[in-house]
């Protein structure tokens, strides 16, 4: 009985040795033990190199100096956003070394200095216009900065605590000199329950171009075609009526000390100054106030028809939230550069102020740029080359 079970035994472990060997010959395994080694992992395709390729990710990119890039930068124009560049520049500087020297004398000397090439960049409220462009003779980008409004202020002694309303069409009529009394049944349309009074109205006006007037006289444009077809929109024009200031501080001194009389002058300043200003009627029929943030919104409502040179108006835009007579400031560089180092310590500057400087402007009042214009200014930064090269250093 011993001897039966021991030969079961082994039948069954001789059946189970041969089934192992049939299964691994079917599986075409020898006889002969090999060692297997272990799987290896799948094969990655190769990454590009990001160095070359990637575009760089906005807020916070540029981090410190950078190797090679020029420590100075010469800049003119503008005087509108001069609060703003001076912040900006004194941050660049403590963050990268480079010193940026601006000077902030107008529109039209920035938009000379770059014709001329006595600057590295120029700076101006108003769009340079094609006759301009070609005068340079080369292609210039446009590249936007910051947001700005122009505001109607008045000194009517009457109603010295009250906001007045102004309708475009009524503006363009005082500036032209067709509605000269506070009384007028135009005036008093757009302010109904307000008393005026039968007094003569005194306009002021800028007497130096700036681009203040531009913004002016591009929203009256926009408003009236007689305004458009006798006087147009620029730096400086020829003014139907009024008196003649210099600056916003001459023009807001002008309408404190001439009783019944109006001017235009800029948001910020008169942000600063607690001037009273009016509400404006704007697109959508609404009277909005000046702020940051409707001024934001006027960009924001041109910013989906901007063309490709970004040169715009945004005066009397679209959208019920936005402040019809509002502007860009734009830096303008010339697209194709000959000075590596120039061309890397300016293309940075000005990546870095359209993302980290925006947060900037906010204290100093200057609006800042809705995201959608940003993206369009990282393509224009990024198409500036140097020697036919890329100037971006992308890092």
């Known amino acids: 009985?011993?001897?039966?079970?021991?030969?079961?035994?082994?039948?069954?472990?001789?059946?189970?040795?041969?089934?192992?060997i049939a299964l691994l010959a079917a599986c075409g395994a020898s006889a002969t033990p090999t060692i297997v080694p272990p799987?290896?992992?799948?094969?990655?395709?190769?990454?590009?190199?990001?160095?070359?390729?990637?575009?760089?990710?906005?807020?916070?990119?540029?981090?410190?100096?950078?190797?090679?890039?020029?420590?100075?930068?010469?800049?003119?124009?503008?005087?509108?956003?001069?609060?703003?560049?001076?912040?900006?520049?004194?941050?660049?500087?403590?963050?990268?070394g480079v010193k940026v020297n601006y000077q902030s004398i107008g529109?039209?000397?920035?938009?000379?200095?770059?014709?001329?090439?006595?600057?590295?960049?120029?700076?101006?409220?108003?769009?340079?216009?094609?006759?301009?462009?070609?005068?340079v003779g080369a292609p210039v980008l446009h590249v936007p900065m910051t947001l700005g409004a122009d505001v109607a202020t008045y000194n009517i002694p009457e109603l010295a605590n009250a906001r007045l309303k102004f309708s475009g069409e009524t503006l363009a009529g005082i500036f032209m000199g067709d509605i000269t009394k506070w009384n007028d049944a135009r005036i008093a349309a757009d302010n109904a329950g307000l008393s005026l009074p039968n007094k003569d109205i005194v306009v002021v006006h800028r007497s130096d171009g700036s681009g203040t007037s531009y913004i002016w006289t591009d929203y009256l444009s926009s408003v009236s075609d007689k305004w458009k077809s006798s006087v147009g929109k620029s730096t400086s024009v020829n003014w139907p009526t009024g008196l003649g200031a210099k600056g916003n501080e001459g023009v807001s001194g002008e309408v404190k000390q001439d009783p019944y009389s109006i001017g235009y002058i800029e948001l910020a300043y008169a942000m600063q100054n607690q001037l009273p200003t009016a509400l404006i009627k704007n697109k959508a029929g609404q009277f909005v106030d000046a702020t940051l943030d409707s001024t934001t919104a006027a960009a924001a409502g041109a910013s989906a028809n901007m063309p490709e040179d970004l040169r715009v108006s945004i005066v009397n835009p679209d959208g019920a939230a936005a402040y019809p007579i509002a502007s860009f400031t734009w830096i303008l560089v010339r697209k194709d550069l000959t000075d590596p180092a120039k061309a890397q310590a300016l293309t940075r500057l000005l990546w870095w102020a359209v993302h980290d400087g925006q947060k900037l402007g906010g204290d100093l009042l200057y609006a800042p740029l809705p995201a959608a214009v940003v993206q369009k200014d990282e393509e224009k930064i990024n198409s500036v080359t140097v020697n036919g090269k890329p100037a971006f250093p992308n890092k």
């Open 1 to 20: 009985m011993s001897a039966i079970k021991v030969t079961r035994r082994r039948l069954v472990a001789i059946i189970g040795a041969s089934s192992a």
């Open 39 to 96: 799987p290896s992992k799948p094969t990655e395709a190769p990454k590009p190199a990001a160095a070359a390729t990637a575009k760089p990710q906005g807020l916070g990119f540029v981090k410190g100096p950078l190797e090679g890039e020029s420590k100075t930068l010469n800049g003119a124009g503008a005087t509108f956003p001069a609060a703003l560049y001076s912040r900006w520049h004194e941050e660049f500087f403590k963050l990268t």
């Open 107 to 135: 529109s039209g000397g920035g938009i000379k200095a770059l014709t001329d090439g006595t600057t590295d960049f120029g700076a101006s409220d108003g769009p340079m216009t094609d006759e301009q462009l070609a005068a």
